[in-house]
């Protein structure tokens, strides 16, 4: 029994310590930021990293993601005869909640496990302690511009996919089952406000943005650099920060709306 | 004991040095002196904290008892910026070579340059390919470090290590897994590059008798303290019989061949129960 408690409160400070050391890290990628900026062709290297290899998927995604909208919100509307808000309430759908937590999900997935396993194999290679003997800092060099480029990336991609979301709830809404194309587009533009729809939108992606890359690049930094420690770094960025994307969606949806 | 140190001058200064991972106790109060302009080589059992040792000897980690002196400086004790101004004037070569991945072998040289200095791109690719030249892999300098063999990407680290012009450099297991060709090449460049440049080499290696041929000096570190010091040829002399079991490989004597086990025929007919 004590033996349960011990490994309970272990399990525990284990917890807290990694949470610490993230915090740390953060930091400390923070106050590199400076040094990072100095090397901005670093910065355009991981945005296409991330952010351009994430776009294909990103758009595909938000084309179905729309289109699957635009059936099932049809026929659910068609019952009250409100077809005609079909475009408010795909565009509603995608700029409020779906842009942001899908677009995050899968860059977690696509882009966040990609900066661990590489981030992990620059420790398990001794890349990172050989830039630090060279007297090169890895924060300026390597995390910071990571951060940077998801912290882009990610309210650009989840803008993408919300527009792509719209453009294929007119394809299936209007061009397939007959909704009013004036009728979509104007009961989209009088239901979507600036602040409170686009603008609550952006600061999600852009906390989720912040987020994933934060426990990407951290899972990579922390891993144990062997090939195991590195798979299971992986496997960690991806559980986590899909976790924390929803998690944390809940929380800013009951703040914002 | 350290014949050649005591009257020439120190370039590593490693004074009652404790370190720990965890629970287990790496240096318990290790004393060693590392002669300037010589080749000196640190050997010992593989897990001993070699690898550690250079880590801290470059400042990577912290002792937590004792002190590493650099050229008349306390590597601990040095703020991050001063830390970075001595890393400059050490090179370090890794066990794998430590090549960034993402960039070919002529910005992987050029890189230490082009982080450090302001010189004119025309000036870095002189130096590049000089260095490049005196490791044998001018050839080489278009290919990433993924199309190397091993023993290249160490030579290519090497040229790396001695861009800045550095006045010591360090070598992680340089031998390790090098073939005999790639092995000779590797001694010759260690044993030229000290001599031409005026260096202070060190070398981590369990590979004995070729680190022994190349080296002026010999450490040997073992349960984190050192065993025994002193030239190749004072050291085939010892009188230890630890020293010589570990410098001819001997497969039993004061190290058991077997890790200490219960009774084998105890074992083996007593106990079927519990395997
Ligand atoms: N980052 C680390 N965390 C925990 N233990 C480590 C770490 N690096 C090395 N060790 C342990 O420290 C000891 C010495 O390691 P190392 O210096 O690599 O030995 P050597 O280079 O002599 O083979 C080993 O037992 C190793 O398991
Ligand atoms: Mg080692």
């Given at each position: 029994m004590t033996n349960w408690f011990q490994r309970f409160g272990a399990a525990w400070i284990t917890v807290f310590e990694r949470l610490g050391r993230a915090h740390l890290f953060m930091l400390q990628m923070l106050l590199a930021l400076p040094g990072t900026f100095r090397r901005f062709g670093l910065i355009v290297k991981q945005l296409f990293a991330t952010g351009v290899m994430t776009l294909a998927i990103i758009l595909v995604a938000g084309l179905f993601v729309g289109m699957v909208l635009a059936l099932q919100g049809y026929n659910t509307l068609v019952g009250f005869g409100a077809e005609e808000s079909l475009g408010a309430l795909v565009a509603l759908t995608l700029v409020r909640e779906l842009g942001p937590v899908v677009t995050g999900l899968l860059f977690a997935g696509r882009a966040g496990s990609a900066m661990t396993a590489e981030i992990g194999l620059m420790k398990a290679t001794e890349q990172l302690s050989g830039l630090e003997m060279m007297a090169v800092d890895p924060f300026q060099r390597v995390f910071s511009p990571r951060m940077i480029a998801g912290f882009i990336a990610l309210p650009a991609l989840a803008a993408m996919f919300s527009a792509v979301g719209v453009l294929g709830g007119h394809l299936v809404g209007v061009e397939l089952l007959g909704v009013d194309a004036g009728a979509y587009w104007s009961q989209m533009q009088s239901a979507v406000g600036f602040e409170h729809d686009v603008l609550n939108g952006l600061i999600k992606s852009v906390v989720f943005g912040f987020v994933v890359c934060w426990i990407a690049i951290f899972e990579g930094a922390d891993c144990i650099p062997t090939s195991e420690g590195v798979s299971s770094a992986t496997t960690r960025t991806v559980v986590y920060s899909s976790l924390a994307v929803l998690g944390l969606d809940f929380l800013l949806t009951a703040l914002m709306f | 004991m350290n014949t050649i140190t005591e009257n020439g001058s120190t370039l590593v200064r490693i004074k009652d040095l404790h370190f720990q991972r965890g629970p287990k106790r790496i240096f318990r109060g290790l004393n060693a002196n590392i002669p300037r302009g010589q080749i000196t080589t640190i050997m010992g059992p593989s897990g001993t904290g070699k690898t550690t040792l250079l880590?801290?000897?470059?400042?990577?980690?912290?002792?937590?008892?004792?002190?590493?002196?650099?050229?008349?400086?306390?590597?601990?004790?040095?703020?991050?910026?001063?830390?970075?101004?001595?890393?400059?004037?050490?090179?370090?070569?890794?066990?794998?070579?430590?090549?960034?991945?993402?960039?070919?072998?002529?910005?992987?040289?050029?890189?230490?340059?082009?982080?450090?200095?302001?010189?004119?791109?025309?000036?870095?690719?002189?130096?590049?390919?000089?260095?490049?030249?005196?490791?044998?892999?001018?050839?080489?300098?278009?290919?990433?470090?993924?199309?190397?063999?091993?023993?290249?990407?160490?030579?290519?680290?090497?040229?790396?290590?001695?861009?800045?012009?550095?006045?010591?450099?360090?070598?992680?297991?340089?031998?390790?897994?090098?073939?005999?060709?790639?092995?000779?090449?590797?001694?010759?460049?260690?044993?030229?590059?000290?001599?031409?440049?005026?260096?202070?080499?060190?070398?981590?290696?369990?590979?004995?008798?070729?680190?022994?041929?190349?080296?002026?000096?010999?450490?040997?570190?073992?349960?984190?303290?050192?065993?025994?010091?002193?030239?190749?040829?004072?050291?085939?002399?010892?009188?230890?019989?630890?020293?010589?079991?570990?410098?001819?490989?001997?497969?039993?004597?004061?190290?058991?061949?077997?890790?200490?086990?219960?009774?084998?025929?105890?074992?083996?007919?007593?106990?079927?129960?519990?395997?």
């Open positions: - | 880590k801290l000897i470059g400042g990577q980690i912290k002792p937590s008892q004792g002190s590493i002196e650099v050229d008349g400086l306390n590597v601990a004790s040095l703020g991050r910026s001063d830390l970075f101004a001595l890393r400059k004037r050490m090179g370090m070569l890794f066990q794998s070579g430590a090549l960034l991945t993402d960039l070919t072998v002529f910005d992987n040289v050029a890189f230490p340059l082009r982080e450090h200095t302001k010189l004119p791109e025309s000036l870095v690719r002189h130096l590049v390919l000089m260095r490049l030249h005196a490791v044998g892999l001018r050839g080489a300098k278009n290919l990433f470090p993924a199309e190397l063999s091993g023993g290249m990407a160490r030579r290519v680290a090497l040229a790396r290590a001695l861009v800045l012009d550095p006045m010591m450099i360090m070598y992680d297991e340089p031998f390790t897994g090098q073939d005999p060709i790639s092995m000779g090449m590797l001694l010759e460049l260690i044993k030229t590059v000290n001599n031409a440049l005026q260096l202070t080499s060190i070398i981590v290696s369990h590979d004995i008798q070729e680190a022994m041929s190349i080296s002026d000096y010999v450490i040997i570190v073992s349960d984190g303290v050192v065993v025994e010091a002193g030239s190749p040829a004072q050291l085939k002399g010892s009188t230890s019989e630890w020293v010589q079991q570990f410098l001819n490989g001997l497969a039993d004597g004061p190290v058991p061949f077997q890790l200490a086990a219960p009774d084998y025929a105890d074992e083996l007919f007593n106990s079927a129960g519990d395997a």
